[in-house]
């Protein structure tokens, strides 16, 4: 039976690698061609892959959690017909191996042609039997399909592993020092743990620090522990932060989360930590490492704009789209992006160049069930804003939904972040890395205000600002700000950047 | 002491057992007249008759069941097999008789015999002469084993060999015969069957060889030794079984790391089997894993002799990947 490589294919956007978020096959299943096989998840979204060819599942390439490269083989499908046709041979061919060797035995033995014994007819040989212990085991019904094969890939053999690599002889070291070697972080070659590893941990003793820590893990009770080590995200993850994955902050140690008593341990649960959430993390982590935030906040009266609302909503209504306030601002991102063309730009660190989007495609920062995701509004500055709020509306149901694609999920070039009802005063929002700017949109509140020497009801808006400060200089940050503010106290304006 | 070669230390030790011995017979394909292809038994003729020094027909099936004969009407029979390739018409004789006489008579009588046979390649022999078939001997219950490497271990060897109450297999390394020499002392001495030698000491890694090959891993012992100050311990196991798995293990824990060099083909050599034992005696001392130096799993090639067998240029990365694990 041919075996089919089935490889991670590149679905563009740059994506270059997926994490496998749930397997719906295991080894051993027989599929028909698009069955669904993998949910993996690429930069910002999850798509279901389905079975390019019927067959039947011969291995799997990862496991729940892991990072699969794009190009690399996904799934190993046996093609073919029911797919079953070798455990089918061997089903068939076990019983009759074990009704031949006693008849076998008997024609050798007694010189007579396989006829059905009647006992013991050999003479050289004093005692043939007709069964022995253990040929049971050939009568047994063989299974139908064969057992599923554990992962092929199982959990990154790495550093805190379960398994350990060490020589016979470190290990019987580590026994004597009473050293358990999965607390030991390996220094030689393939992620072997030394005499001399074992030796240097020894010595240090129970001392405080990262192995320490670990050590405390490793003491966990096994059914705990077990929890996050039988998860191949857990271990990989440590493994990763080892060699300063990218994401991580460089040889930082990963830091163990141990209750001080197995009884408190008991009392808490764990996950793997994997899938979006991961990824939000990795991203979040990335921004903030590399991009100088600073953040502006400053108040808009958007009383003329709530009037304006007010007065357009029926008119949406009529063409069946729920107008909200976003679409406004988005519009009035856009223009104030065309004239300060730096907010919309991004920094290539391999070339080290300053690279200037003169297309607008604007993020917006939507909360799913799973956790944060950012669809984008494609050149959002050729849309009207009935456009606009219709296109916001079908990328926030697909976001909850979990049914955009890749494309819709990526390219953005300046991210809006409207925090709705509960939007608080103010907030500190994170870049989406390598953007250079994001807008956090907050609570339209009635505020005291004043207005023409009188203090009057307001209907006041916080916008909260951040930029990157390593291309975005304060002012500039600032008048872009002023420049949306202005924009949105006067709505009217936006007639003038009508296209 | 005298100075001589392999082949005048086992001749000077034949010489002497049938002197001491009158029950000592000599056999095999031209080893009377001609006194044998390799001049071992020179000589023998002459001084000892036709009826102790029996030039045989070409038929190995045969001598060897004349010998086993011989040795249970009470004769100390010494049968020569022409080169160890030739000794498969006799292999049912050994397997089936020889091997199997003390435990059949449930130890009433025994088979002592020792067959000789020139074993090993190196010598342009092709095929047919060249052959390190020691491992189906060792496989075969009932039967000692013999490989020396030196004049003074064959002559020591061959006398406890030719002593012993059981069948003894004992193979000469012929590119050994004339290209080692060294004093070997007049008269009689014996060297005990199962004691191994350690004939370089040394710290970082075990080296066990025997026969011809072990002046490969010598060599690659001092070569990795001015190279990169690794110092191997070499052990000369002189005879392969019943083995001296002591003072191999004894070797193995002090350097955790092990060597096997052997001539015959690697898989089921008896190099696999030293490993396991090495394996279940000595685990937990290992520091890296055991790996074996052999010929390969061909047939012995005429033309490309010396990239079959495991020399110097095929031990030296060996020890050297062994002991920097």
């Given at each position: 039976m041919a075996i089919f490589d089935f490889k991670l294919p590149d679905?563009?956007?740059?994506?270059t690698e997926g994490e496998i978020?749930?397997?719906s096959v295991k080894a051993g299943d027989v599929v028909k061609e698009d069955d669904p096989m993998v949910e993996v998840m690429t930069d910002k979204a999850t798509v279901t892959i389905g079975a390019?060819?019927?067959?039947?599942?011969?291995?799997?390439?990862?496991?729940?959690g892991q990072v699969v490269k794009v190009?690399?083989?996904l799934v190993q499908i046996e093609l073919g017909?029911?797919?079953t046709a070798s455990s089918a041979a061997t089903s068939a061919a076990a019983p009759a191996a074990n009704h031949a060797p006693p008849a076998m035995h008997t024609a050798v033995a007694s010189?007579?042609?396989?006829?059905?014994?009647?006992?013991?007819?050999a003479t050289a040989v004093g005692d043939i039997r007709e069964?022995?212990?253990?040929?049971?085991f050939f009568t047994k019904?063989?299974?139908?399909?064969?057992?599923?094969?554990?992962?092929?890939?199982?959990?990154?053999?790495?550093?805190?592993?379960e398994k350990p690599l060490a020589t016979p002889a470190t290990r019987k070291l580590a026994r004597e020092a009473g050293?358990?070697?999965?607390?030991v972080r390996p220094t030689g070659a393939n992620g072997r743990v030394t005499r001399e590893d074992v030796q240097a941990f020894a010595a240090k003793g129970?001392?405080?620090?990262p192995d320490a820590q670990a050590h405390a893990y490793a003491q966990l009770p096994a059914e705990v522990r077990g929890v996050a080590a039988s998860s191949a995200a857990a271990s990989s993850a440590a493994a990763s932060a080892f060699a300063g994955a990218?994401?991580?902050?460089?040889?930082r140690a990963p830091i163990a989360v141990v209750a001080p008593t197995p009884a408190q341990a008991a009392r808490e649960t764990r996950k793997p930590f994997v899938g979006i959430r991961r990824k939000i993390a990795e991203r979040m982590q990335t921004s903030k490492n590399t991009a100088a935030h600073f953040t502006f906040v400053e108040e808009c009266d958007v009383t003329r704009l709530k009037e304006l609302h007010a007065r357009l909503k029926p008119h949406a209504d009529a063409r069946d789209t729920k107008l909200t306030y976003l679409p406004f601002i988005v519009k009035a991102v856009v223009a104030a992006l065309k004239r300060a063309p730096i907010l919309n730009s991004a920094l290539d660190e391999v070339t080290n160049e300053l690279v200037t989007r003169h297309y607008y495609n604007i993020g917006i920062a939507a909360s799913t069930d799973q956790g944060l995701m950012v669809p984008v509004v494609r050149?959002?500055?050729?849309?009207?804003i009935l456009e606009v709020s219709r296109e916001i509306d079908r990328l926030g149901r697909g976001a909850r939904a979990g049914t955009l694609s890749s494309a819709e999920l990526s390219g953005s070039t300046f991210t809006v972040t409207s925090l709705g009802k509960?939007?608080?005063?103010f907030a500190t929002p994170i870049l989406n890395?390598?953007?250079v700017g994001i807008l956090g949109v907050h609570q339209i509140k009635q505020r005291p205000i004043v207005r023409d020497g009188q203090i009057v009801i307001g209907e006041v808006m916080l916008l909260s600002l951040s930029f990157d400060h390593r291309i975005v200089d304060g002012h500039v940050g600032a008048a872009f700000a002023y420049d949306i503010i202005g924009m949105l106290e006067e709505?009217?304006?936006l007639f003038l950047e009508l296209a | 002491m005298t100075e001589m070669n392999m082949v005048q230390a086992i001749n000077d030790a034949l010489r002497l057992e049938m002197r001491r011995d009158d029950r000592v017979v000599v056999l095999g394909e031209d080893v009377g007249k001609v006194g044998g292809v390799f001049r071992v038994t020179q000589g023998l003729y002459d001084e000892f008759g036709d009826d102790r020094v029996i030039d045989t027909p070409l038929a190995e099936g045969g001598i060897i069941g004349a010998a086993i004969g011989m040795a249970l009407y009470g004769l100390r029979p010494v049968p020569?097999?022409?080169?160890?390739?030739?000794?498969f018409p006799a292999f049912d004789q050994i397997v089936s008789e020889a091997a199997k006489y003390r435990y059949r008579s449930g130890g009433e009588y025994t088979c002592p015999m020792v067959i000789r046979t020139p074993v090993g390649g190196?010598?342009?022999?092709?095929h047919y002469h060249?052959?390190?078939?020691e491992s189906l001997f060792i496989h075969t219950a009932g039967l000692k084993v013999v490989c020396p490497s030196n004049p003074y271990d064959a002559k020591g060897l061959l006398l406890s060999a030719i002593r012993d109450e059981d069948p003894v297999l004992f193979f000469e390394p012929k590119r050994v015969y004339r290209a080692a020499k060294g004093e070997v002392p007049e008269g009689e001495y014996t060297i005990p069957l199962s004691e191994a030698k350690v004939v370089r000491e040394g710290k970082h890694v075990t080296v066990v060889a025997w026969g011809a090959m072990l002046y490969e891993a010598l060599a690659s012992a001092e070569e990795v030794s001015a190279r990169e100050g690794i110092e191997a311990e070499v052990i000369?196991?002189?005879?392969?079984?019943?083995?001296?798995?002591d003072t191999i293990v004894e070797s193995v824990k002090k350097t955790g790391r092990v060597v096997v060099v052997h001539?015959?083909?690697?898989?089921?050599?008896?190099g696999a089997e030293i490993l396991t034992l090495i394996n279940e005696k000595a685990f937990l001392h290992l520091e890296a894993p055991p790996v074996r130096v052999t010929g390969w799993d061909?047939?012995?090639?005429y033309t490309l002799e010396m990239d079959y067998l495991p020399l110097q240029h095929r031990i030296t990365p060996a020890l050297i990947e062994t002991a920097k694990f």
């Open positions: 679905i563009g956007e740059g994506v978020v749930a397997w390019p060819k019927a067959g039947t599942i011969a291995s799997l390439g990862g496991a729940v190009g690399a083989v017909g029911a797919g010189g007579v042609p396989a006829a059905k014994s009647d006992g013991p007819a069964s022995l212990p253990g040929s049971s019904k063989a299974p139908a399909a064969p057992a599923p094969a554990a992962p092929a890939v199982a959990a990154a053999p790495a550093y805190f592993a050293v358990d070697l999965r607390s129970a001392s405080a620090g990218p994401g991580t902050s460089g040889a050149d959002a500055d050729t849309l009207s509960q939007g608080g005063l890395f390598p953007e709505p009217d304006r | 020569e097999i022409q080169f160890a390739d030739f000794i190196g010598i342009r022999g092709g060249s052959q390190s078939p000369d196991l002189r005879t392969l079984w019943p083995l001296d798995l001539e015959a083909p690697k898989t089921c050599g008896f061909t047939p012995f090639p």
